[in-house]
Nanobody, 120 residues
Framework: QVQPVESGGGSVQAGGSLRLSCATS????????ISWHRQAPGKQREFVAN???????NYADSVKGRFTISRDDGKNTVSLQMNNLKPEDTAVYYC??????????????WGPGTQVTVSS
């Protein structure tokens, strides 16, 4: 299965750090984008950061300068290093794999999510 699987969530105090990982099946694709999204209770799911097979990255303004997304090719994983965490970062964090194959429409695969809780 190509569904991503997240790990590394937990509970930390404000100002602390966590490192999330997103693991895929290891299947190869011509091109892809892996993105992190988060959803707090009662709120819409929002984009956090992404990285493409080209190594291009993007960040939401709310996390820019605090979060870093990176790719470990050898382990087929994408990590999200989260520093200086704030209570407003509390959410379920989801990893999404978007596969780009030729002229076919892109296909999305969502992980089940991992909980991040930041206490004040």
């Amino acid at each position: 299965q190509v569904q991503p699987v997240e790990s590394g969530g937990g509970s930390v105090q404000a100002g602390g750090s966590l490192r999330l990982s997103c693991a895929t099946s290891g299947s190869t694709f011509g091109a892809w984008v892996i993105s992190w999204h988060r959803q707090a209770p009662g709120k819409q799911r929002e984009f956090v950061a992404n990285i493409a097979s080209s190594r291009s990255t993007n960040y939401a303004d709310s996390v820019k300068g605090r979060f870093t997304i990176s790719r470990d090719d050898g382990k087929n994983t994408v990590s999200l290093q989260m520093n200086n965490l704030k209570p407003e970062d509390t959410a379920v964090y989801y990893c999404k794999l978007m596969v780009l194959q030729g002229s076919s429409p892109p296909r999305d695969y969502w992980g089940p999510g991992t909980q991040v809780t930041v206490s004040s």
